[in-house]
C-alpha cells in the first residue's frame, strides 16, 4: 500500500522511496495532540490515516537508538516547508514598505 506525507508541500510517498531512511508516523489518537500535529502540518482537513514523514520532527524527538525510528509520545512535528514559504512572504512584505 502507497502511504504518503500529508504535511502541505511535502512530496514524500513510502512506495517510491522504500529504501529510504525517512519513515512515517501516524497521527496521536488522543485529540488534543492530533490537533496540534494537524495545525502544525498546514492542513485543515485530513485522510482517514494520516502520517507525517520523519522529515518534519528534530531529532530529539526519537527515541533513542530504535529501529524502525519511533517517536517520542511527546514529540510534536516542527519542521514545516510551508512556514518557511510563509515566512519569507511576511518579511518580503514587510521589506517593501
Known sequence: MTRYCVALGCSFVSKSNQKSEISLHSFPSDEPRRTEWQKACGRTQLPIDPRLCSQHFLNDAFE?????????????PTIFYHESAKSLKQTRARACR
Open 64 to 76: 533513542f537508538c530504535s529501529r524502525p525510528r519511533k517517536l517520542k509520545p511527546s514529540a510534536i
